[in-house]
């Protein structure tokens, strides 16, 4: 199964676009845990738990696990979504870009160390250091495109005046991840919900490619704007899904031991949202 047929059977099983973001930071966890990095597995297979049917995809953020030397736990809780979650697929947000021989051991990490079905990308170093992830037949990867942030202002939306219709550099990196670099359909793009006016012309310009959609929750992104701009349907059918991201908002719901059904209800109200917004 591709990494898109796998994005649509879950959303079809979990009646979701929501993709519950695994940012584990000790500082932040319940008191019982609070500070302890050995717990990072616990407290994310917790969640993993508490959400599991609600969710088109869980995000594991790298640096989170790597910041505390905490890889092996890391590699723990992929294994225990795969066994425990099989129907939900697992994008490793990495946001990896290098020459294409380091890339290839990037690729080697997310997809074979860790299993992921799809990573997260920089498309600034060019096609030869996308290319190796696309190897990995069936496997996802996202393109940043227009992120999230304040700063993607800086870069994202000028003209590229050497290139014809002087499009923005996110739209020429939509267009060119929706044709001459999409040699296998593997790849997808990354969008802030915090520019919802640019998810739509990503989509325009996209038209199949999945939307990694982080923005809503903490960083104030509008869900509903989101999906009335990136999710389009025929016959009631998606035809290209959105993955929207939502990580602390969750994670962090409820600071007592009920954590997990606080994050469990912050899940369920979101992905209410969101599907009401597609009706
Ligand atoms: O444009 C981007 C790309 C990636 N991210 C990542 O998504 C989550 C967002 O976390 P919240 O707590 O829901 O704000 C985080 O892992 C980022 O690294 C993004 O925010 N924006």
Known sequence: ????????????????????????????????????????????????????????SFKPQIAYFAAHRAEDQLEKLMEHMRRTAPQVPIILDAKRGDIGSTAEQYAKEAFERYGADAVTLSPFMGFDS??????????GAFLLCRTSNPGGDDLQPQRLLDVPGQPRLYEHIASLAQGPWNLNG???????????????????????????????????GDAVATVKAGWKSANGETTAPIVVNSSR???????????????????????????????
Not at 201 to 217: C, D, E, F, H, K
Not at 250 to 271: K, P, W
């Open 1 to 56: 199964m591709t990494f898109l047929d796998q994005l649509r059977t879950a959303e079809r099983q979990n009646g979701s676009l929501l993709c519950v973001g695994l940012d584990p930071e000790p500082a932040k966890f319940p008191a019982h845990l609070k500070g302890d990095a050995s717990k990072i597995y616990d407290f994310c297979a917790a969640i993993v738990d508490a959400t599991a049917d609600l969710v088109i």
């Open 130 to 139: 996308v290319q190796p992830y696309l190897k990995y037949h069936g496997k």
């Open 186 to 220: 593997q790849l997808g793009l990354v969008v802030g919900a915090t520019y919802p006016a640019e998810i739509e012309r990503v989509r325009a310009l996209a038209p199949t490619l999945p939307l990694l959609i982080p923005g809503v929750g903490a960083q104030g």
């Open 249 to 279: 908002a969750i994670l962090y719901a409820a600071s007592g031991a009920d954590f997990a059904s606080a994050a469990r209800q912050e899940a369920l109200r979101t992905r209410e949202i969101l599907q009401a917004a597609t009706r």
